[in-house]
């Protein structure tokens, strides 16, 4: 079966991990401290802070940008569900903001919609890779006394109008889960240029704790750990050329897919580096199969997908109150991910390619 998503964790890493073991420093330490450093300098950004996994650094990232109870915080409804959940951890709202059906990203106008004076941030996510339409936003926000959180945790390297995911916003976090563009095995990083944001995210990963064992304010453990970094270090020695094979085999799908009548490939914008994390097709009502048909044939000639994400967040048990929205529940019921990853073969493509096409 050709799996939807697979880590390539080469011999650097092994090694990289042995050598943290027979160091003794297995917690938080200096691969922590490297990691933060090379990981934000890709970034463009000034300061990295390295977190447990991506969920707890958007904790960090809303709490460090002063979202309080009972804030809003604009956001999209087609993302996995930690986006709106960090939300919730902070004990304010989030309200969500439909999104443009063909990037699956929100944009500029529905959140202007949704501003009131309890918006206290707008947190946007570079969905499947690629990133938002942030100059308009950023205005929008600096116009609103707003904070703009990127939440890029699939966007690793991608790029808007030629400037990185991760320093086009207030601050950003990735994640570095095992099927992200990189991974550490669980992991999350916040990246920022503001000095106050990077150090009020430290004091709160640290248990609110500046000196050991005197605490200032209500802290977590949200720490990542050396073996964590130093696997994060050698993975993102090889993030462009991963980057390359998807964006490749991004190309290859598209051209399989041309003139397939009810099938559309990817819309990618012309100002922005998508970096594929996901190849994510709609399945229309025009295609003569269901979306579960598509996956049942793939299915039966070794190919393995993913929906990403059959139920919208609003429709989720936890936030059901909110109202319709309608690009996303269209989104939610035609999207299909493809095997994209920098670990498919020459062959594994073009059988992907051939079973499109008899499909
Ligand atoms: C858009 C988005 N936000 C947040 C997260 C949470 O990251 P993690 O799984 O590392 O906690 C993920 C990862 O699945 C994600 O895709």
Redesign the pocket.
Known sequence: MIPIAKPLIGEEEKQAVQAVLSSGVIAQGPRVKEFEGEFSKYCDASYGVAAS??????HLALLACGVKPGDEVITTPF??I??AN?ILYCRAKPVFADIDSETFNIGPDEIEAHITDKTRAVLV?H?YGQPCEMDSLTRICGDNDIRLIE?A??AHGAECKGRKAGSLGDCA?F???P??NMTTG???MLTTDDSEIADRARLLREHGSKVRYHHDVLGYNYRMTDIAAAIGLEQLKKLDSFNTARKGNAERLTEALKGVEGIEAPIVRGDVKHVF?QYTIRVTSDFHRTRDEVVQRLKESGIGTGIYYPVPIHKQPIYKSDPGLLNAEAASSEVLSLPVHPGLTGEDVEKICRSLQEL
């Open positions: 996994s991506g969920t707890t650094a958007l993302s996995f930690a986006t960090s996510v969905l939440d945790c699939q976090v994640s570095f889960y099927t992200k669980e992991g999350g994390h």
